[in-house]
Nanobody
């Protein structure tokens, strides 16, 4: 069964860093465009960053210069390096990706940034 599993969330102080990982498992023959979304309490889910098959990236304005998305195609894994974290970055972070012929979501990992 194809699935995405996130890891790396946790509690960090403002100004700190975290690296999230999202690994695709199962029988993967296409590891396509991948993205990170986040949803803060009481807010809608929003796109944080995306990376296409060829490596081109896109970021939300709120994270530009602080977050970096990357991918390791050999490991079917995508990463989100988050630096200079702010309390407003607190949210559940979800991985989304095009795997094989479908679109999949992970279950999310909680990031809490204390002031």
């Amino acid at each position: 069964q194809v699935q995405l599993v996130e890891s790396g969330g946790g509690l960090v102080q403002a100004g700190g860093s975290l690296r999230l990982s999202c690994a695709a498992s199962g029988s993967i023959w296409r590891f396509g465009s991948m993205a990170w979304y986040r949803q803060a309490p009481g807010k809608q889910r929003e796109l944080v960053a995306s990376i296409r098959d060829g490596g081109s990236t896109n970021y939300a304005d709120s994270v530009k210069g602080r977050f970096t998305i990357s991918r390791d195609n050999a490991k079917n894994t995508v990463y989100l390096q988050m630096n200079s974290l702010k309390p407003e970055d607190t949210a559940v972070y979800y991985c989304n990706g095009e795997l094989n012929l479908g679109n999949y979501w992970g279950k999310g990992t909680l990031v809490t940034v204390s002031s």
